[in-house]
């Protein structure tokens, strides 16, 4: 059943794709956001990455990408940090909303990508019914991926 992959050769198994990610309770995934001032998701999509990048025939995701994401999410969390300790009520404005827009727009380009990375690592397809919705992951990204990932692991061992 391995394919032919990206530049790293064959494609690994599907069961040998999800056995690769850690399981993670999505609930504590929330706890941990929460705990975090909401950086969590970021290191998520880190690691997860960096695990997605090192699967033989996976097509890498971009690391500009990932590093973009990470400096405008410190960024703005620099200027959140500034403004409220400024005494400045306006965190939602001017440069900090720029910063916090871009943010978003490149962490969810990040969210997809890996999601498509994925996908094509499982050999799933979009008429697939494991396919990864589009709404979910714009969403609720990192939530909804380890979600996925646990019933894809759930899946794997129970065709065993």
Known sequence: ??????????SP???EVVGAFPRTSVWAMAVLTVLTAFAYPY????RRTGILNALPG???????LVWSSLGLAALSYALTIAVLGGGGGGALSGPGLAVG????????VWAFTWRARLMLALGVSMRDGRWMKGLWTFLLSAFYL?????GYRRAARGAR
């Open 1 to 10: 059943m391995s394919g032919e992959g990206g530049p790293g050769g064959a």
């Open 13 to 15: 198994l599907p069961g």
């Open 43 to 46: 290191w998520w999509m880190y």
């Open 58 to 64: 996976v097509r890498p995701v971009a690391p500009g």
């Open 101 to 108: 827009l871009a943010d978003a727009g490149v962490y969810l």
């Open 146 to 150: 380890q979600h996925k990932l646990n």
